[in-house]
């Protein structure tokens, strides 16, 4: 599973990531900061077991944080955009490639209208072109790969090649499935003669594909700076409100040991310990005025909200922790509740035991339910917080 972090120059992507991963990325208030895509591991919260099952954890893939388990998602950040890329603008194809295996995109938006969509520095710039521009560049991209030598495709397909068959081959490789297909094709309702189809099916059938197979999260970054006028447009647009600098800037200071805080919380609290300057005093100020503020609504800094927004809403993905001692919840060292993983909702026992290893998956016999101590099967369909051990030959 794979979040890909999208929008122009200057929008704060890199400060975002940074912010998401703990990685050092690189940033800089200029455009095309990111050369080359970024990768790191974000993390989103659900409840961990342990509190349920009265025992302590000892995490290894996910830290445990006052109960609430931090699960490992991948995230790219990929190079700002411009209008044209799908042309080969600004950096070009390259950076749309780099999307191709995320199930989901973060769009990183600037709130605050300070940049245009070259990522140049402006007044007043509506920050509903950028999510249009940006949206309409996928499309372009998709319809391009979709239509590509398609007299001749059509030809095939008129041939007696089902086009959901032969769509679902082509996009295989973007991370699309063919019930996918099946579904932006029904739902597009195209000429039944496949020679009609031109730019303007093209297009309609990505429309419908990116909304199914790689929907947009809207960050309306910047949003400590930005005017009400265009909160209120993103918001209606979807977007949620964030100020990545601000979560940057609590991860920084609680790694440091100043403060205490854990990504997603609306309040942090200042070690016992810490020695602030005046200048770091009056910044916490504004950071905690901002993150318990009306204008979030309970979402912090918006970063953690944009991420499980993304990965729990969109991809409804759940949570299960496999185990080998059902008695103990522990690992073959004694670790409890090791690990964590993300799993689609509707996901079996042996789906669980191919995300641990492919050998366990295939050497897969039984499974038992730690909670109940019953035996399921490979059918068996997990819920979110399930612990589970596996038993493979």
Not at 186 to 208: F, I, M, S, T
Not at 248 to 268: S, V
Request: hydrophobic letters at 45%; aromatic letters at 6%.
């Amino acid at each position: 599973m794979k979040v890909g972090l999208v929008g122009k120059p200057n929008a704060g992507k890199s400060t975002f990531f940074s912010a998401a991963t703990a990685a050092d990325a690189q940033i800089g208030d200029y455009p095309f900061t990111t050369i080359d895509s970024n990768v790191g591991v974000a993390h989103v919260r659900c409840e961990c077991p342990c509190g349920s099952l009265g025992v302590e954890c000892e995490p290894h893939n996910s830290p445990c944080l006052g109960g609430t388990r931090y699960l490992p998602v991948e995230m790219v950040d990929v190079a700002g955009l411009v209008p044209g890329a799908h042309e080969g603008r600004g950096m070009g194809n390259q950076f749309l490639d780099d999307l191709r295996q995320a199930d989901v995109l973060i769009q990183v938006v600037d709130a605050s209208g300070s940049t245009d969509l070259e990522g140049n520095h402006v007044d007043g710039a509506d920050p509903m072109r950028e999510v249009e521009f940006l949206a309409g560049e996928l499309h372009h991209w998709l319809a391009g790969i979709i239509l590509r030598n398609w007299r001749r495709s059509a030809r095939a397909v008129e041939s007696g090649r089902a086009v959901e068959d032969f769509l679902a081959e082509r996009l295989a490789g973007l991370g699309f499935s063919r019930e996918q297909v099946v579904a932006a094709l029904r739902e597009c309702d195209l000429p039944a003669n496949v020679q009609a189809w031109g730019d303007a099916e093209g297009l309609a059938l990505a429309q419908k594909m990116q909304a199914l197979g790689k929907p947009i999260i809207v960050a309306a970054n910047k949003a400590d700076i930005a005017p009400a006028e265009n909160l209120a447009l993103l918001a209606a647009a979807g977007g949620i409100p964030v100020a990545a600098d601000y979560e940057l800037a609590l991860r920084n200071a609680a790694k440091a040991g100043l403060l205490e805080y854990r990504p997603g919380d609306i309040e942090f609290a200042l070690a016992d310990s810490a020695s602030l300057s005046d200048a770091q005093r009056a910044g916490l100020e504004r950071i905690a005025a901002f993150i318990s503020g009306a204008a979030v609504d309970g979402a912090g800094t918006g970063v953690q909200r944009c991420l499980e927004t993304a990965v729990l809403d969109r991809l409804d993905l759940i949570a299960a922790f496999p185990v080998e001692d059902e008695t103990h919840y522990a690992d073959s060292h004694g670790k409890v509740l090791p690990d964590g993983y993300l799993l689609p909702r509707g996901a079996t026992a042996l789906e669980l035991a191919y995300k641990v290893h492919s050998d366990i998956g295939d050497g897969f016999i039984r499974a038992i339910d730690c909670r109940t101590k019953r035996i399921i099967g490979k059918d068996h369909v997990l819920q979110d917080g399930d612990v589970v051990k596996i038993v493979a030959g």
